[in-house]
């Protein structure tokens, strides 16, 4: 005898039947459209060039992670494990490595190793275990650039200050007992001309000048601090932004010792044998611009630059104050807007460039310029256009080149939901891939009418293996 079910569990049960059912058919129709692949793990040697891979104090776990698009390296160093989070990020810490040998050697050298010891510092270098950090066990790695090849950027709006930005008002005291109050990082600096028309009348009445004895004698203390500080990355011709952890704390602690000692940071390193100078070998000689000019200068510098080509005065704010962007990234980013010279996009450009969320976000966005340029050399005329959350560049004559500065493409449920947008739909588009992409993602680019560029050359790409990326697993 059949069962009896009440009529609303039967229309429950109905539902879900009807459910499953359309499920089903969706899947059959989509077919190959639905398959989404899961990112890779890469073997270092197909992925960097081996100059990369290994050195005197460095040596990189074979084993890569691809998340977000981008690989992430783990660095067994001397002076202790380093993460980078792309095939360029590797680049600039690999080329950071002589600096952690002067800046070591430095501190049982000469001056700083006596300052250092008056104030009770322990020195010495601690030797990573590789076995100790396996590429499965990383916390904290970070997204890559996935969110930049989505429909819509998944931001908050008015949450554009990123981690990195966060914790930069910190960066530069780590090396003393003490924490600097709000102002001593922002130098003198008062706001601009635009927020504060009494600034000339008010310039002698800086922050420091207006606080207390005891508060004021402590302020010019950070004051000189941050000088021997940015005097160091000098000598070493390395970025005074950059976000080496590792290099950070050196530099700090140096700093604060000159400063305790009372001598010069720049000339105590000079004594030291074996000067920096292939530091940058792999990404270039520091800016000598930004080594040179105060963090303030170079913005307002920056500010002005922008307004020639932007109107959105609050984004061009934003982007001087928040995001992923050091001041090194953010000249960059200018730089080669300067040069890309788009007739039309760069309040969106520069309300994007806010909203990033580290490092690796930032250095996309300046990357993906960098790949435009070079491919400009072929076009003439152009504007810049944010899709989805992506730059793009649309000729005069109606081709559109997408910029995908990525370490290892894969397809997904997102890069399909993407390259579908109807801004895609052109008859003639370029896709430049700065790494590699898979088979498939390349098959179902094809397949949407792109055209692919693999390994696109740019100024300042990472070194890239020649051959095929070899998956792991």
Request: glycine letters at 6%; hydrophobic letters at 40%; proline letters at 5%.
């Amino acid at each position: 005898m059949p069962r009896y079910i009440p009529t609303f569990s039967r229309a429950l049960v109905a539902t879900f039947v009807i459910c499953a059912m359309a499920a089903t058919h969706a899947a059959e129709s989509c077919g190959d459209a639905c398959v989404s692949e899961a990112e890779p793990y890469l073997d270092a040697t197909s992925l960097v060039q081996p100059a990369l891979l290994s050195g005197p104090n460095f040596k990189v776990v074979p084993e890569v992670r691809v998340r977000g698009f981008m690989a992430s390296f783990l660095i067994d160093t001397a002076f202790g494990p380093l993460y980078a989070d792309s095939a360029e990020m590797l680049a600039v810490r690999v080329g950071e490595i002589p600096a952690l040998e002067t800046l070591d050697r430095a501190s049982r050298t000469g001056a700083f190793a006596r300052a250092l010891a008056e104030r009770g510092r322990k020195t010495g270098s601690a030797i990573a275990n590789v076995a100790a950090h396996p590429i499965d066990t990383i916390t904290g790695l970070p997204a890559g650039v996935a969110r930049f090849l989505r429909k819509q950027l998944d931001t908050l709006t008015g949450r554009a200050q990123s981690l990195s930005d966060q914790t930069s008002r910190h960066a530069l005291n780590r090396g003393d007992p003490y924490r600097a109050p709000a102002g001593p990082m922002t130098a003198g600096r008062d706001s601009g001309p635009e927020e504060n028309p009494d600034r000339e009348q008010k310039t002698s009445r800086a922050w420091y000048a207006r606080a207390g004895s005891e508060t004021a004698r402590e302020a010019k203390r950070y004051l000189k601090y941050s000088q021997q500080r940015r005097a160091m990355a000098r000598a070493l011709e390395v970025d005074p932004n950059s976000t080496n952890p590792i290099l950070n704390a050196m530099l700090d602690t140096l700093a604060w010792a000159a400063v305790g000692g009372n001598f010069s940071a720049g000339a105590a390193l000079a004594e030291i044998t074996g000067p920096a100078a292939a530091v940058i070998s792999y990404t270039g000689k520091a800016n000598q611009y930004i080594l040179e000019v105060e963090p303030e200068q170079l913005r307002e510098t920056l500010r002005v630059r922008l307004l020639k080509r932007c109107s959105d005065e609050d984004s061009i704010r934003s982007f001087l104050r928040r995001g992923g962007f050091t001041d090194t990234l953010r000249v960059a980013l200018v730089d080669a807007l300067d040069k890309l010279a788009p007739a039309d996009g760069c309040n969106d450009l520069i309300e994007l460039a806010a909203t990033t969320r580290g490092e690796v976000e930032a250095r996309y966005l300046v990357d993906a310029l960098k790949l435009l340029l070079q491919r400009r050399v072929e076009e003439s005329g152009g504007r810049l256009a944010v899709i989805g959350a992506a730059v793009a560049w649309r000729t005069d004559a109606g081709k559109l080149v997408l910029p995908l500065p990525v370490d290892y493409l894969s397809w997904s449920h997102d890069i399909d939901d993407f390259v579908d947008q109807r801004d895609f739909a052109v008859t003639n588009k370029t896709a430049l891939i700065a790494g590699d992409a898979s088979p498939l993602a390349q098959s179902r680019l094809t397949d949407r009418g792109w055209s692919l560029v693999l390994r696109a050359p740019y100024d300042g790409a990472p070194v890239y293996a020649a051959g095929d990326m070899r998956r792991l697993r």
